[in-house]
C-alpha cells in the first residue's frame, strides 16, 4: 500500500511542475522585457539599436540592472511560493485521503462485524465461534494443552416464546446473553448458535472438572428469575460439554459431541454433562426408534393404561385417565416421556393420536357395557390441537363404539393452547359444540393468563403435581393449590390434583375444596380390567367430610 508521504511527496512533485511550467513562461516574459528595455535605452543613447548600444545601455544604465535582477528574483520567488501551494494542496489531499480511508475501514469493518455476530445480541455468531475454536485448537494442540468447548440451550424456550410472543422472547434471549457473558471470563468466547441455543468457548483450562465448574456458574447465572413484561420467568438450561483431546481432535467433533451431551443432559435433565461415547450410542438408539414407533403403531404395540380419578367427596372412581405405553420387544415397556416428544418431532404424533382416541373411546364403551359408567379422559398435544380433522376423527370414533360425548374430557396443557391460541380455539369451540369437556392439563406449568382461560371453553384444571406432591412441605406449593382451586371454582371449573400420594395430602386438599384427584394414593395407572375390578371393591378411600363447598 502507498504511504500517505509517497502520496505528499508525488502530488507536490506533479504540482511544482505544473508550476514551474508556469514561472518559465513568465521567465521568459521578462527576458523580453529587459531586451526590449536595453534595446531602447541603446537608442535613447546612441541613436542606434545594434548589439553595441545594447552593450553600453547595460554597462552605464543603473536602472537595467535593477530589472535584470527581476527575473532571478521572480524565479526564486516563484518557486518559492510554489513549493508552498503545492505542499498545502497536498495536505488537503492527504487530509481528505485519510478521511475516505477510515470510511472505508468503517464500513468494511461493519461489513465483517455483521457477518460474524449475531445481531440481537450482538454476541459472536457461529461464524465467530468456530473461528476462535480453530485458534483455540491450533494453540492447545502447540502447548499440549486441553481446551473446552460448551452448548447450552434453553429449557422450554419453545413455549416461552409461543406464550409471551416473539417480541418478549427475544428480550429473554438478550438478558440471558447478558448474564451469561458476565459470568465467564474476557478471553473467553460466549457466542449464540441459533435460536436459544449458546455457546462458551474456554480456551484455557488447566483440567476438564474446569468446564464443569463455568458451567455450574453458568446455570447460577440462570437461577434469579427474569422479568419479562412484568412476569417473572424461572429459565432453565441444559449445558453439554465437550473437551481437547479427550473428546475429539478437530472443532467440528467437538461441536458435534458437546451438542450430542446437551442432549442427553436435557433428557436426563441434570443441568449439565460431559459428553461420552454411549451417547452416541443414544442418539443412534432414537433414530432407530422413530422408525419402530411408526411399525408398533401400526401393529399394536402401544397399550393404554388408565388412572382412576376419584372424587374428593365419595371416594369413588368419577373417570380414568388414559395413558399410553409402548410395549416394545426389546426395551420393555417404555413411558410416554420417552416416546411422545420423538413422536412429535417425527409426526408420528398423528397416527399415534388417532390410536390413542381409536382404543379409549372402545375401552371407555367397554366398561360403561360392565357398568363402570364414569368417563374417560384423553391427553391431546398441541399440534394434534390445532388440526381441523380433529372433530371429524372424534365423530367417527364416537359414532362406532356408541360413546356419549359428554363422557369424554379433552386434557390440553396451557403451552398446547398457547401455541396457536386461535386456531386452538377454533378446534376446541367445535369439539365442545359436540358435547366434550376440556381440561386444562398441568396448570400452573404454564405461563396463560387467567384473563385468557376465562374465554376457553374449559370446564376441568388438573393442578400439576409437582405442586400437589410437595404442598404439606412447602408453603409456596401451598399457596399456589388453595390459589388454583378458588380460581377454578370462581371460573365454575372442577378442580382435579394430579400426584396425590398419602393420605395427608388427601385430607387437606379435601379441607381446600378440591373436587377430584389423582394419583399413587388411588392407583397409578393399570390396565382396563383392573380398573373395572376396582370400581366394583368397596370405595378405596372412605366416604370424606369434607363436603364440597
Ligand atoms: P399427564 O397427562 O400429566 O399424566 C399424569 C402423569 O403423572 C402420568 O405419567 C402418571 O402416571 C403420573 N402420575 C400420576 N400420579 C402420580 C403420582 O402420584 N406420582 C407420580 N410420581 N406420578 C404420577 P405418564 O403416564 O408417564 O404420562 C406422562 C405424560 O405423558 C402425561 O402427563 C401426558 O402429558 C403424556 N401422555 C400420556 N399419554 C398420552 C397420550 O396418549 N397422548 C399424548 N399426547 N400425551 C400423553
Ligand atoms: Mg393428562
Ligand atoms: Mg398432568
Not at 545601455?57 to 510554489?82: C, E, H, I, R
Not at 465467530?128 to 480453530?134: A, E, K, S, T, W
Not at 378405596?540 to 367430610?545: F, K, N, W
Request: include cysteine.
Amino acid at each position: 500500500m502507498i504511504s500517505d508521504n509517497e502520496i505528499v511527496s508525488a502530488s507536490k512533485h506533479l504540482l511544482m511542475t505544473k508550476v514551474s511550467k508556469h514561472a518559465i513562461f513568465g521567465l521568459l516574459i521578462a527576458l523580453t522585457c529587459i531586451l526590449v528595455a536595453t534595446s531602447l535605452a541603446g537608442f535613447f543613447e546612441s541613436g542606434r539599436i545594434n548589439l553595441d548600444s545594447m552593450v553600453y545601455a547595460q554597462k552605464t544604465n543603473f536602472a537595467l540592472w535593477v530589472l535584470d535582477l527581476m527575473p532571478f528574483l521572480f524565479a526564486m520567488w516563484g518557486q518559492y511560493s510554489s513549493s508552498l501551494m503545492a505542499k498545502e494542496a497536498t495536505v488537503v489531499i492527504m487530509d481528505q485521503t485519510s478521511e475516505l480511508r477510515a470510511h472505508a475501514d468503517a464500513i468494511e469493518y461493519k461489513a465483517s462485524y455483521q457477518a460474524t455476530h449475531d445481531t440481537l445480541t450482538g454476541l459472536p455468531n457461529r461464524i465467530l465461534v468456530f473461528d476462535r475454536m480453530l485458534q483455540a485448537h491450533s494453540s492447545a494442540r502447540r502447548d499440549d494443552r486441553p481446551f473446552a468447548v460448551l452448548v447450552m440451550d434453553l429449557d422450554h424456550f419453545k413455549e416461552i416464546n409461543d406464550t409471551l410472543g416473539h417480541y418478549n422472547g427475544d428480550r429473554l434471549l438478550k438478558q440471558v446473553a447478558t448474564r451469561i457473558k458476565d459470568s465467564v471470563r474476557d478471553i473467553d468466547t460466549v457466542g449464540r448458535l441459533g435460536g436459544d441455543e449458546f455457546a462458551v468457548l474456554l480456551p484455557t483450562i488447566s483440567a476438564p472438572e474446569d468446564a464443569e465448574e463455568v458451567a455450574k456458574k453458568l446455570l447460577k447465572a440462570l437461577e434469579p428469575q427474569f422479568q419479562i413484561h412484568g412476569i417473572n420467568l424461572d429459565v432453565t438450561a441444559s449445558i453439554g460439554i465437550a473437551v481437547y483431546p479427550e473428546h475429539g481432535d478437530d472443532v467440528d467433533t467437538l461441536m458435534q459431541r458437546a451438542d450430542v451431551a446437551m442432549y442427553a443432559t436435557k433428557n436426563a435433565r441434570t443441568g449439565y454433562g460431559q459428553y461420552c461415547p454411549s451417547l452416541d450410542a443414544n442418539s443412534k438408539r432414537r433414530l432407530s426408534l422413530a422408525g419402530e414407533l411408526r411399525q408398533s403403531i401400526e401393529t399394536g404395540g402401544l397399550v393404554l393404561h388408565y388412572q382412576p380419578k376419584v372424587s374428593l367427596r365419595t371416594g369413588r372412581i368419577a373417570g380414568a385417565e388414559a395413558l399410553v405405553r409402548w410395549q416394545h420387544p426389546e426395551h420393555g415397556l417404555m413411558f410416554p416421556d420417552e416416546f411422545i416428544p420423538l413422536a412429535e418431532r417425527t409426526g408420528l404424533i398423528r397416527p399415534l393420536t388417532l390410536w390413542v382416541i381409536e382404543h379409549g373411546l372402545e375401552d371407555c364403551a367397554y366398561w360403561n357395557a360392565q357398568g363402570l359408567n364414569v368417563g374417560v379422559s384423553l391427553n391431546i398435544s398441541a399440534r394434534e390441537l390445532i388440526d381441523p380433522q380433529l372433530p371429524g376423527t372424534f365423530e367417527k370414533f364416537l359414532n362406532i363404539h356408541a360413546v356419549d360425548p359428554s363422557l369424554v374430557v379433552l386434557e390440553l396443557t396451557e403451552s398446547a393452547i398457547m401455541a396457536d391460541p386461535q386456531r386452538a380455539l377454533d378446534v376446541m369451540n367445535r369439539l365442545n359444540a359436540m358435547g366434550m369437556k376440556m381440561s386444562v392439563d398441568d396448570f400452573g406449568t404454564g405461563y396463560s393468563s387467567l384473563a385468557y382461560l376465562k374465554q376457553l371453553p374449559v370446564s376441568e384444571i388438573k393442578i400439576d403435581k409437582s405442586f400437589v406432591m410437595d404442598m404439606l412441605q412447602d408453603e409456596n406449593d401451598a399457596v399456589i393449590v388453595r390459589a388454583t382451586i378458588d380460581l377454578g371454582h370462581n371460573l365454575s371449573m372442577s378442580v382435579v390434583a394430579e400426584g396425590v400420594q398419602d393420605r395427608a395430602t388427601w385430607d387437606q386438599l379435601g379441607r381446600l375444596g378440591c373436587d377430584l384427584m389423582q394419583g399413587q394414593f388411588t392407583g397409578m395407572p393399570m390396565e382396563c380390567n383392573e380398573l373395572i375390578e376396582r370400581a366394583n371393591q368397596e370405595p378405596a378411600q372412605p366416604t370424606s367430610v369434607y363436603a364440597k363447598g
